[in-house]
C-alpha cells in the first residue's frame, strides 16, 4: 500500500492543519504548470489522492487501519482522462487556497491600517499641537466634530471586526475545567488585544508630548481645551482618510 504520509511529508499523527500546510506547499511546487519534470501530471495526481484520503477523518480511518476504499484505483495517471479530472480538480483547489490567502492578505493589511495611522496621528497631534479646532468658525468645529464622530464610528465598527478576527474570547472557569484550548489561529485574547490598542494609543500621545518638551526647537505651543480636545478628533479622522484613500486605490485596481 502507497505511503500517503510519505507522499505528503508529514507525520502519521499529523494534525489537519499540518496536513493541509504541507499539500499547499507541496501543490504549489509540483503544480504541472509550474514543476518542469516530466512526472509532473502522476506526482501531481499522487499528492492530490493523498490529501483527498488524509483530509477526510474517515477515509483515513480507513487507511489507518489497511483498508482501502479505492483498492482499484491507482495513484498514477494511467489514462488522460484521469489527469484532465484530476488537475481541474486540484485548479479548483489551489485557486480556492489563493483567493483564501488573499482574503487573509487584505484582512491582515486592512487591520494594519487601523492601527498604525492612529498611533501616528495620536502622536503626531501631541507633538504639534495643532489649533485647527480653535481657528475655525462655527461651521468649520461642526465639521470638524462630525467628521470625528464618522470616523470614530468607523473605526469602532472596522476594530471590533479585526478583533474578533483575531484574538478569541477566553473560556469561562467551567469551561476550562475541560481543556478547552484556544483556537490556532488566534494568538491573543480579546483582552490583549484591548489593552494593546488602549496602551498603544496612551504611550503614542506620551512620545509625542515627551518629544515636543524635549526638543526646543520645535517651540510648539502649551497644551490647550482646543489642543486637548483635538487629541480625540483628530485620529478618528486620520484613519476615516487613510481607510477611504485605501478602498479608493482598490477601486481604481479594478479598472
Do not use: C, W
Amino acid at each position: 500500500m502507497t505511503d500517503l504520509y510519505r507522499i505528503l511529508g508529514v507525520h502519521p499523527r499529523a494534525t489537519p492543519n499540518e496536513i493541509k500546510s504541507a499539500y499547499r506547499a507541496l501543490a504549489r511546487k509540483n503544480h504541472p504548470d509550474v514543476s518542469a519534470s516530466p512526472d509532473a501530471n502522476a506526482t501531481f495526481a499522487q499528492i492530490n489522492e493523498a490529501y483527498e484520503t488524509l483530509i477526510d477523518p474517515k477515509r483515513r480511518a480507513a487507511y489507518d487501519r489497511g483498508e482501502s476504499e479505492n483498492a482499484s484505483r491507482t495513484f498514477y495517471a494511467a489514462r488522460s482522462a484521469e489527469v484532465v479530472a484530476i488537475q481541474r480538480e486540484f485548479d479548483r483547489m489551489v485557486d480556492e487556497m489563493i483567493a483564501h490567502e488573499r482574503r487573509e492578505a487584505a484582512e491582515r493589511s486592512h487591520a494594519v491600517l487601523l492601527v498604525v495611522p492612529l498611533f501616528l496621528s495620536a502622536f503626531y497631534v501631541m507633538l504639534t499641537k495643532p489649533r485647527i479646532i480653535e481657528e475655525l468658525s462655527l461651521i468649520g468645529r461642526i465639521v470638524i466634530v462630525a467628521l470625528a464622530l464618522y470616523g470614530l464610528i468607523y473605526l469602532v465598527r472596522n476594530l471590533s471586526v479585526a478583533l474578533s478576527r483575531y484574538t478569541y474570547e477566553p473560556p469561562d472557569p467551567l469551561t476550562s475545567v475541560f481543556r478547552a484550548e484556544k483556537p490556532r489561529d488566534k494568538s491573543i485574547s480579546r483582552r490583549a488585544g484591548l489593552v494593546f490598542l488602549v496602551s498603544g494609543y496612551l504611550v503614542s500621545l506620551g512620545l509625542g508630548y515627551v518629544v515636543s518638551r524635549l526638543v526646543p526647537m520645535l517651540q510648539m505651543p502649551p497644551l490647550s481645551p482646543g489642543i486637548a480636545l483635538g487629541v480625540f478628533l483628530y485620529p478618528p479622522i486620520a484613519v476615516l482618510i487613510i481607510g477611504n484613500l485605501r478602498r479608493l486605490g482598490g477601486l481604481l485596481d479594478r479598472f
